[in-house]
C-alpha cells in the first residue's frame, strides 16, 4: 500500500477511527490494532512477505527474553550471533543471491572457465532492509545492556511491523519507539494538525516535485546512450533533486502519520543540501540509516578511537557497506566508496575557512554528481554518462528533448520553493521560532499545500525509490 494512492487514503480513516474510538480504553487492544492494521498495509503488496516479518519478529523477542535472562557471556554472544545470522542471512538471500552467483559466475569467466550457476527469480520483500535493522538494534542493544527485553510481544510486534515507518523508515531504535507503546494514548489536536501538515507537505515533495521530476529523469537514465550533454546534465540536477523529495517525503508521511496515532519518530532529514561539509551531509540525510551504521559498523570497528589510518579505514568500511545496503549493484558499492572518500576528505579540510555559501555550493555540486553513481543501471551506463557528459550541443539552450519549457520551469520554481523552505525551517529551528505550530498557520499552511498538490502534482502513482532497498 502506498501513502500517495487511494487505498491508503481510505485505509487511514478508518485505522483511526478505530484507534481513537473503538479500542482507545485498552491499550492492548489498541496495539493489536497497530498491528492487524500494519500487517493489512504491509501484506497489500503481496501477503505471502508476512511470514518473513512474522518469523523475524518471533525470533529476536525470544532472543531478547533469553539475552535477558542469560548471565554467561560466551551464551550471550551465541544468542546474538543467531539473531543476527537469521535476519542478515534472510536479507541475504532475498537482496543478494543473484548479485553474489552472477559475479562468482562473471569472475570464472575472466579467467577462461565457465561454470553453470542458476539464478533464481527472487521478488525483493518490500522493506526489509529496514525492519531487518530495526529488530536488529533491539536485539544488539539488549545485549548490549543498553534496553531491557520486553515481555510484551503485542508492543513489540507493533514497534517492528509499524505501519508508517515499516517500508521505508526511519529506522527507529527499540531505546526511542518501543516504550512509546507502554503508555497510554492521548488524543492531542496540536500534534495531529502538525502531522497533518508533515503529510501534506510529504505528499507536495513527492506527487508535485519527485514524481514530476521523474518523467524527464527516467527517461534519460533508462535510454541513456541516446543522449548527450545537456540532457544529461539536467538528469543529473533533477535526480538530486527527485530523490531527496522522493525518500524526504517519505520520511514526513511516515513521521506525520504516527503523530495521529500519538507516536514521535525522529527526524530522518535535515536540510541535507546546506550542508557545509560531508561529514555534516551524512547527519542531514537519512539520519536514522546514517546512526545505524555509527552505532553498530563504524563504532564497533573502533571508530575515530585509534590512528588516523585507522579511522579512515573504518569510515571508508562503513560507506562500502552503506552503499552495499542500498542494492545489489557494484554502482552502490562505488557510490558508498566515494563518500567515505569524501568524508576521510572533509576530516582534514576542517581548517580550511571561507565563506559559507561556498561551502555550501561545493558540497552540493560534488553531492549531486555523486548522485549519477547511484541512480545509473549499470557501470556501462555510467562509464557512458562521464564520457558525454560534456559534449554539450550549443545550439540548445535548455536541451530538453522530452519536455515542454512550460513544465521545465515549474519544475525549476518548486526547486527554488523547496530551497527557500528549506532555509526558512533551518533559520526557525536555530531561532527556536515555533510560528508553524499555531493551528491558525498549521491550517492555513496545510490549505497551500493541498491546492498546490491538487493543481500540480502527477496522479500516474508512483512507487518510492527506497522501496527498492
Known amino acids: 500500500m502506498l501513502f500517495n494512492s487511494i487505498d491508503f487514503a481510505i485505509f487511514l480513516p478508518i485505522v483511526f477511527i478505530l484507534y481513537w474510538f473503538v479500542t482507545n480504553r485498552n491499550l492492548k487492544l489498541q496495539n493489536l490494532l497497530i498491528v492487524v492494521a500494519s500487517y493489512v498495509f504491509y501484506g497489500w503488496w503481496d501477503w505471502r512477505f508476512l511470514s518473513l516479518i512474522t518469523f523475524s519478529i518471533v525470533v529476536d523477542y525470544l532472543m531478547g527474553l533469553l539475552l535477558g535472562k542469560e548471565e554467561n557471556q560466551r551464551k550471550r554472544k551465541i544468542l546474538l550471533l543467531v539473531s543476527i545470522v537469521v535476519n542478515l ?10 548479485f553474489f552467483v552472477d559475479n562468482f559466475v562473471a ?50 510486534a507493533a514497534f517492528v511491523s509499524f505501519f508508517p ?11 526511542n519507539l518501543l516504550p512509546q507503546f507502554y503508555s497510554k494514548r492521548v488524543f492531542n489536536w496540536e500534534k495531529a494538525n502538525k502531522g497533518f501538515l508533515l503529510i501534506c507537505w510529504g505528499l507536495f515533495m513527492k506527487i508535485v516535485i519527485a514524481d514530476n521530476l521523474a518523467f524527464y529523469v527516467n527517461t534519460i537514465f533508462n535510454d541513456i546512450e541516446s543522449f548527450k550533454g ?39 532529514f535535515r536540510q541535507p543540501y546546506l550542508a557545509v561539509s560531508f561529514s555534516e551531509f551524512w547527519k542531514r540525510w537519512h539520519i536514522s540509516l546514517s546512526s545505524w551504521f555509527k552505532d553498530y559498523v563504524y563504532i564497533p570497528l573502533g571508530g575515530n578511537r585509534k590512528t588516523t589510518i585507522a579511522t579512515n579505514f573504518n569510515i571508508l568500511i562503513t560507506f562500502l557497506v552503506s552503499g552495499f545496503w542500498h542494492g545489489a549493484n557494484w554502482t552502490f558499492i562505488i557510490w558508498g566508496l566515494i563518500h567515505g572518500l569524501l568524508n576521510i576528505l572533509s576530516r582534514n579540510l576542517t581548517k580550511i575557512k571561507t565563506f559559507k555559501f561556498i561551502r555550501i555550493s561545493f558540497v552540493f555540486g560534488i553531492t549531486m554528481f555523486t548522485w549519477v553513481v547511484f541512480r545509473a543501471n549499470s557501470i556501462h551506463d555510467l562509464i557512458y554518462f562521464f564520457t558525454n557528459f560534456f559534449k554539450i550541443n550549443t545550439s540548445k539552450i535548455i536541451g530538453l528533448p522530452t519536455m515542454e519549457r512550460s513544465d521545465f520551469l515549474m519544475l525549476i520554481i518548486f526547486i527554488v520553493v523547496l530551497f527557500i523552505v528549506d532555509i526558512l525551517i533551518s533559520y526557525f529551528e536555530k531561532q527556536k521560532v515555533k510560528l508553524y505550530e499555531k493551528t491558525f498557520v498549521l491550517s492555513i499552511l496545510s490549505s497551500i499545500l493541498l491546492l498546490s498538490i491538487y493543481l500540480f502534482g502527477s496522479f500516474e502513482v508512483q512507487e518510492f525509490i527506497y522501496f527498492q532497498f
Open 89 to 98: 542471512g534472510f536479507l541475504g538471500f532475498f537482496k543478494y543471491y543473484n
Open 230 to 268: 545537456l540532457p544529461l546534465i539536467w538528469a543529473t540536477f533533477f535526480f538530486t533533486f527527485q530523490i531527496y523529495c522522493d525518500f524526504a517525503g517519505y520520511s514526513y508521511i511516515a513521521i506525520g502519520t504516527a503523530k495521529f496515532f500519538g507516536f514521535d519518530l525522529m527526524t530522518n
Open 165 to 175: 515507518n515499516l517500508v521505508a523508515g526511519p529506522i527507529e531504535r527499540a531505546t
Open 107 to 156: 569472475a570464472f569467466s575472466f579467467f577462461g572457465r565457465d561454470i553453470k550457476a542458476n539464478s533464481l527469480n527472487i521478488i525483493l520483500p518490500v522493506g526489509i532492509s529496514f525492519y531487518t535493522f530495526q529488530t536488529l538494534s533491539y536485539t544488539i542493544d539488549v545485549y548490549r545492556r543498553k534496553f531491557e527485553p520486553t515481555k510484551d510481544f503485542i508492543a513489540f
